[in-house]
């Protein structure tokens, strides 16, 4: 028989530790308490096994274990008598619990040595309910969300282009979700890393910094298709210095845009990075902070999943749409706003064609596809005095050498119009229409291939 | 025979202070059976120890310890996640009587003063301690192994402080 545990995801927080009970086949009982226990689905929940312990002992004998979670709020407590099924050492749902213990190490200061050997799996047969008397202000059911989450979805749905698709979610989820700190990235398929197309909430927004697959909490999340959550501060799954460290270590620095710093919270003690899907594909990862412990929950972790999963098909579909789309047909466009009359200074556009890097004077612009892109539309001004380009053009564009995966040139245009933004460059990338912009350029510019 | 004292000044420090207390058991069919502890109580000779019980939440458990005669105590320390595990048998179960009661209103109030620098609400604290003096019953044990149960490589390693006769 099997039962629903989903009302009782809160109480697996980790908020109130959880003792399980075992029994040895001599007839002793055995109670400990555990790391962690995660909800896997409404009949299943994960323990960690770390350590080869009385309780591990007794289950590989006898399967059987009574485990008690708590409501945080109410001071409930919920009995679930579970069967153990199997251990996982590999895969999402061990990833998931390999990050949030490592949150709760630090948390608890056993970093090194708490350590994930695997994620034992239950099937929960039944619950025991001991609800408390206490008389407490109501709660909002869980159904609550659904509206806000309505709403979000509705707003992502009205996005008329990529760059805003970006805006919106980063929008919805400071006003809807109170979530001060976010960023999205992009997979690279080719370079098996992910680069920052948005963020909010940070002093130097980061964009085109770079991180590689299976690296951070980000990288992780983006390597097992999964979300990963943190609820406290750990060094482990910093995305930052760690992460380059770790990068460094395996000899991936050369391949990673290391001149960008990545955006990001010095004192960050909540993290969760939800995989942008479209079907089985993976478009990139959304990632959010906190500076608060125990800040996102299984809810929110729902609600992020459901909106990154609407914006990876909206972000896909407007790819193949712009790929498709004849340039005459891509509706109505703004004519160009006059040139400002230029500055005095020549600024020299240097580019190095090794790695397509660019740079404004001494000033790093950018790199990869994007720096390729940014040579080229430089190029186009100086030789032809063109200003006008749209994305399918430069689609087409031979020399280029593009990507295949045709939402790599859409993602990594909106990519090099922030940067430029972000830098306040002396060319910038105006919209004038859907797919289509404007190069506003207020210098004299002079190119230079550097090799 | 008076059974030998196993436990230490200092695992008697630790137990009857603002410790969560849970409690196992299992029946002949080796299905454990859990509660929780609101209170606990050594003897002067250290030979026994009593916990406090809710009835209404513990049916299973107290079935279990009279038919099986095991027990299983583990107490953890909020504020450190610091834990201990006592198992023991030769269990009696009675009425808490006055001085039961008043060790578990002592126990509540300390649990609740522990858990609130931790961040837990007022209200919460209160209504996980929340247990009346007519649900209450109490469990004597003779303590056989102490144990080390703080999460860790040391989680179950036996305590010195264990019989050895």
């Known amino acids: ?451 | 025979m008076q059974a030998p004292a196993i436990i230490s000044d200092a695992t008697l420090a630790f137990i009857e202070r603002e410790v969560a207390i849970d409690v196992a058991s299992c029946g002949l069919d080796l299905l454990p059976s859990t509660a929780r502890g609101y209170g606990c109580q050594v003897a002067a000779d250290r030979s026994r120890i009593t916990l406090f019980l809710k009835r209404s939440e513990a049916g299973q458990l107290l079935h279990d310890v009279l038919v099986h005669d095991r027990i299983a105590a583990v107490f953890c320390l909020p504020a450190t996640e610091s834990a201990l595990q006592i198992k023991g048998r030769a269990v009696s179960l009675s009425l808490a009587d006055v001085a039961g009661l008043a060790v578990v209103a002592q126990h509540a109030r300390q649990f609740v003063a522990g858990v609130l620098p931790l961040g837990h609400e007022r209200t919460f604290a209160e209504a996980y301690m929340q247990i009346a003096p007519a649900d209450t019953v109490a469990l004597s044990f003779s303590p056989e192994v102490v144990f080390e149960q703080t999460p860790g490589p040391g989680a179950g390693r036996p305590l010195q402080d264990q019989v050895t006769a």
Not at chain 1, 148 to 165: F, I, K, V
């Open chain 1, 1 to 451: 028989m099997s039962v629903d545990i989903t009302g009782l995801r809160h109480c697996m927080e980790g908020a109130i530790p959880s003792p399980i009970a075992t029994c040895a086949l001599d007839g002793t009982p055995n109670i400990a308490y555990l790391s962690q226990v995660q909800y896997v689905d409404a009949c299943h929940i994960a323990l960690t096994f770390q350590f080869f312990n009385k309780t591990r002992q007794n289950i590989l004998q006898h399967p059987h274990a009574v485990v008690k979670v708590v409501d945080p709020h109410s001071g409930s407590s919920y009995r679930l008598h579970a069967r153990y099924l199997r251990t996982e050492t590999s895969g999402p749902l061990f990833e998931k619990m390999k990050a949030k213990l490592a949150g709760i190490a630090s948390h608890t200061g056993m970093v090194g040595i708490f350590k994930l050997q695997g994620a034992d799996v239950y099937e929960v047969n039944k619950v025991e309910a001991f609800v408390s008397a206490a008389q407490l202000p109501p709660q909002p059911s869980p159904a609550a969300c659904l509206p806000t989450l309505r709403d979000a979805s509705n707003r992502l749905n009205g996005s008329g282009d990529l760059d805003d698709l970006f805006d919106t979610l980063l929008t919805v989820l400071r006003e809807l979700y109170a979530i001060d700190h976010a960023m999205v990235l992009k997979l690279d398929e080719a370079r098996e890393c992910l680069f920052t197309v948005a963020s909010a909430g940070y002093a130097q927004a980061g964009i085109g910094s770079e991180i590689p697959l299976g690296h951070g909490v980000i990288g992780v999340a983006a390597r097992e298709r999964t979300p990963i959550r943190i609820s406290h501060m750990t060094s482990e799954y910093m995305y930052g210095k760690a992460v380059r460290a770790s990068a460094a270590a395996q000899g991936l620095q050369q391949q990673l845009e290391t001149a960008i710093p990545l955006p990001g919270l010095e004192q960050c003690r909540s993290q969760l990075a939800v995989p942008i899907l479209a079907g089985s594909e993976l478009y990139g990862v959304l990632y959010v902070e906190s500076p608060q412990d125990l800040r996102f929950g299984y809810d929110d972790e729902d609600a992020l999943q459901t909106l990154a999963n609407q914006f990876g098909w909206m972000a896909r579909g407007m790819a193949c749409q712009a790929a498709v789309e004849p340039a005459a047909a891509a509706g109505h466009s703004l004519p160009a706003p006059p040139l400002p009359e230029l500055g005095d200074s020549l600024v020299q556009v240097r580019y190095f064609a090794a790695d397509h890097s660019v740079f404004l004077n001494d000033d790093y612009l950018i790199k990869g596809v994007a720096g390729a892109i940014f040579w080229k539309l430089v190029h186009c001004y100086c030789a032809e005095q063109r200003r006008q380009f749209s994305n399918r053009e430069l689609r087409l564009m031979p020399d280029l050498g593009l990507p295949e995966i045709s939402d790599n040139l859409e993602a990594r245009l909106v990519l090099l119009q922030r940067r430029l933004q972000e830098r306040q460059a002396c060319v910038q990338m105006l919209k004038t229409g859907r797919g289509r912009f404007v190069l506003q350029v207020s210098q004299p510019l002079l190119p230079v291939a550097e090799g």
